[in-house]
């Protein structure tokens, strides 16, 4: 098992731009969750899905829209890029509300 | 909501020393509280959890403990390594939450000096 991929690593965008970040599972997952870190301020909930075709939003939404046709995808759209969406963005998976999360390795954005 | 607080935000210690990490939260219907950590570079990483329903627990040279009177959990780690430097999070999850999301603290950095 690959576990929790994602993609890409590194992305630079000018503001305005638009971009998908990647999130995809091999686990069989039902839940995912985008999370924002930014220093000083932990791991934020961004757009959370409890399974296929079901998306709620969390803490911080503004400015990113979810869906998830799939069981494995959960992609994370940024619709224009603004430079307070520069941060370091993780995806999450578990098999449900009990288990454990298991976290991507991140993508780093930097919005200039 | 849930609101966890977490320190100290910073933490350094001597390798073979202990270094201890303490959490709030506000939501008296949480239930289930982990902790991550997470290598430079690396997404967090699951290292220890504790349900409502216990106020210790071990595992090799971590432990963590549970008040909830008090709505506090704490990270023991002892004798410190040096691959035990990263940032460390709590989280906690409430009974409330339907979808069982987790709050998480803002994170400590632990620096473990040889």
């Known amino acids: 098992n690959a576990g929790v991929t994602q993609t890409p690593k590194f992305q630079v965008l000018k503001t305005g731009q638009s971009m998908t970040l990647q999130c995809a599972q091999d686990m069989n997952h039902e839940y995912m969750s985008w999370y924002r870190q930014d220093p000083g301020m932990g791991l934020r909930l961004i757009h959370y899905s409890v399974g296929a075709g079901i998306t709620d939003q969390g803490e911080v939404p503004n400015g990113y829209n979810v869906s998830r046709s799939t069981t494995e995808d959960f992609p994370l759209r940024l619709l224009s890029a603004a430079p307070s969406q520069t941060s370091v963005y993780f995806c999450?998976?578990?098999?449900?509300?009990?288990?454990?999360?298991?976290f991507g390795q991140g993508t780093r954005l930097t919005v200039v | 909501g849930e609101n966890v607080e977490q320190h100290p935000s910073t933490l350094s210690v001597q390798e073979g020393d202990s270094a201890v990490i303490k959490c709030t939260y506000s939501d008296s219907a949480s239930n289930y509280f982990p902790w991550y950590k997470q290598e430079l570079g690396k997404g967090p990483q699951l290292i220890i959890d504790i349900r409502s329903n216990v106020g210790e627990k071990k595992d090799q040279r971590i432990a963590v403990t549970l008040n909830k009177t008090a709505k506090h959990f704490s990270l023991h780690i002892t004798e410190t390594q040096p691959e035990d430097s990263a940032v460390y999070f709590c989280?906690?999850?409430?009974?409330?939450?339907?979808?069982?999301?987790?709050?998480f603290g803002a994170g400590t950095q632990v620096v473990v000096t040889p």
């Open positions: 989280a906690a999850r409430s009974l409330t939450d339907s979808w069982g999301k987790l709050q």
């Open positions: 999450a998976s578990s098999y449900s509300r009990e288990n454990e999360a298991f």
